[in-house]
């Protein structure tokens, strides 16, 4: 019989050279970005094509005129139309529409669209979709524009005056079908805000300026992107929790190329609170595995240049490797726990599920059986640390508790390991603030105090999601909007230093057209 001790030691040092290759890869990038600023420039040339923005919206209520007013603000010289997609009349927005535009036709029925201003080169439309998810609004929409380009922007951000300008323009100049934008925090006022922010405005745009260094495309992030419009008639949006995500691997794998704009985009909202952090976590990690999966086989069978086959299965990846981070602490948690006296394990045991329930009970699961898979994948979490914290407390208040206890074998190996793997995405993020200008000691010390947070919230709301996943579970959960008082807050350090944020004026609409 093969002795347990060594079948762990094996399963542990195999996850942990796996994820050593994810290791090197983000130094590597780190690297990459250091080597070359991104230069500042002009974007003088002139472009006129026509151009429609739409902009998918469910129940957002007055925001939404916020990204209208911001799409039709655009300094394109073109032609820009505008469409809200909703659902139908009873959508939550439609009052304030009725408010700002009082002549349009706003009880048609679904489907239908509604114009509701125009003037020389500008018009705006709202149409009733019929349809509640964002693909099947977009589907319908997309086959009915015959303009140009098409922009696609989330009804929660707000575009960059020069985004399309800028976005045309890089276009042209790169040879790309397609583009995507750099994004901003609206507001920033706490950990959750202050690390999605971190995630998804600093790493990610370090990421997109080394992919488009090197030739890569960058993948398509659900807003801020611009297509040529024969792009999108000819690839519907598949019902997947990340449809983005979908479109950019079958883009990617026909040749096409998704071009990085840094220089302009959108401002966005951000996860105010520990239900939004793990829900949007959850969906992502749901759907990009559901759409990676689905184009595993065809990236290895397409006639793909190296490092595009690459790119794809690292990308492909990302929320996969929280398991084996998992699985990692769970060996050498679970050989520590082994070796504990009774009470240490029932306190162990006890942490863990107590912060299991608790973390499924901030997800709003109505479901019981949704909730217990909830609970369980979160303790599984939770148990290393309550573990490691078990021990802690009993070497230092009760000794003889853990007087039996060794150390996993080649414990040093695997703590220089994951000190390595928790410091690499780290430093691609001082590298990123420091890359934008947007370092400073407020930040950075406040990452510093809060990494080790961000790292277990994170991968708890991955595994949450990946858990929904391989359950067959489509879980769709709204984030809690920040309030608009919120957003004209302007002056906390945290906000300054990540950029955007543009403050609204509490209680005023956009202007009409």
């Not at 995630?199 to 807003?223: K, P």
């Not at 794998?253 to 302009?264: D, K, Q, V």
């Not at 759907?287 to 790119?311: N, Q, V, Y």
């Not at 009970?361 to 059986?369: D, F, I, N, V």
Request: with cysteine; glycine share 8%.
């Amino acid at each position: 019989m093969i002795d347990t001790n060594l079948s762990l030691l094996v399963a542990a040092a195999a996850a942990a050279a796996y994820l050593s290759v994810f290791t090197v890869a983000y130094l590597a990038f780190t690297l990459l970005f250091l080597a070359r600023a991104v230069p500042p420039r002009r974007f003088d040339s002139v472009r006129e094509e026509s151009l429609s923005i739409v902009i998918p919206s469910r129940d957002e209520g007055a925001e939404a005129l916020h990204a209208v007013d911001s799409a039709l603000r655009q300094d394109h010289p073109g032609e820009v139309d505008v469409y809200l997609l909703v659902e139908d009349a009873a959508d939550t927005t439609v009052p304030h529409l009725r408010r700002r535009f009082p002549g349009a036709p706003w009880d048609a029925p679904a489907p239908s669209i509604v114009e509701a201003a125009a003037s020389a080169r500008r018009r705006f439309f709202v149409a009733y979709t019929g349809h509640a998810g964002k693909g099947p609004k977009l589907n319908w929409i997309l086959r009915r524009l015959e303009t140009d380009y098409i922009g696609l922007l989330d009804a929660d951000n707000r575009a960059h005056a020069d985004w399309a300008r800028t976005s045309l323009c890089l276009m042209a100049e790169q040879g790309a079908s397609a583009i995507q934008s750099r994004r901003w925090p609206l507001t920033i006022s706490g950990f959750f805000q202050l690390w999605d922010s971190l995630q998804h405005h600093v790493g990610c745009q370090v990421l997109n300026v080394v992919y488009a260094r090197i030739g890569l495309s960058v993948c398509f992030t659900g807003t801020a992107a611009i297509f040529e419009s024969r792009l999108l008639r000819e690839h519907s949006f598949r019902d997947c929790l990340t449809e983005d995500t979908d479109l950019s691997y079958q883009l990617i794998l026909e040749g096409t190329r998704i071009a990085n704009n840094p220089y302009s985009g959108t401002d966005e909202e951000v996860s105010p609170d520990l239900y939004s952090f793990l829900a949007r976590r959850r969906r992502w990690a749901n759907g990009h595995t559901e759409a990676f999966l689905r184009h595993l086989k065809a990236s290895f069978s397409r006639p793909l240049p190296a490092r595009t086959r690459l790119f794809l299965l690292l990308h492909g990846q990302y929320y996969l490797i929280s398991v084996l981070i998992v699985l990692v602490h769970l060996i050498v948690a679970g050989h520590l726990f082994a070796r504990f006296a009774p009470v240490l394990q029932a306190a162990a045991l006890a942490a863990s599920a107590a912060a299991g329930v608790a973390i499924a009970a901030a997800q709003r699961t109505p479901r019981r059986g949704g909730m217990l898979a909830e609970s369980l994948v979160s303790a599984s979490w939770a148990f290393p640390f309550a573990a490691f914290a078990a021990l802690a407390a009993a070497g230092f208040l009760r000794p003889e508790l853990v007087a039996q206890v060794r150390p996993f074998p080649g414990i040093g190996y695997f703590q220089a390991a994951g000190a390595l793997s928790l410091s690499a995405p780290l430093l691609l993020l001082v590298a990123g603030l420091f890359g934008f200008g947007q370092a400073g000691a407020g930040i950075l010390l406040a990452m510093a105090a809060t990494f080790p947070f961000s790292i277990f919230w994170d991968i708890c709301g991955n595994m949450l999601g990946l858990a929904d996943y391989f359950l067959g579970v489509k879980v769709w959960k709204a984030i809690t909007r920040s309030s608009r008082r919120r957003h004209a807050a302007a002056g906390d350090i945290l906000r300054r230093r990540i950029g955007g944020g543009r403050p609204l004026d509490e209680g005023a609409e956009p202007a009409q057209t």
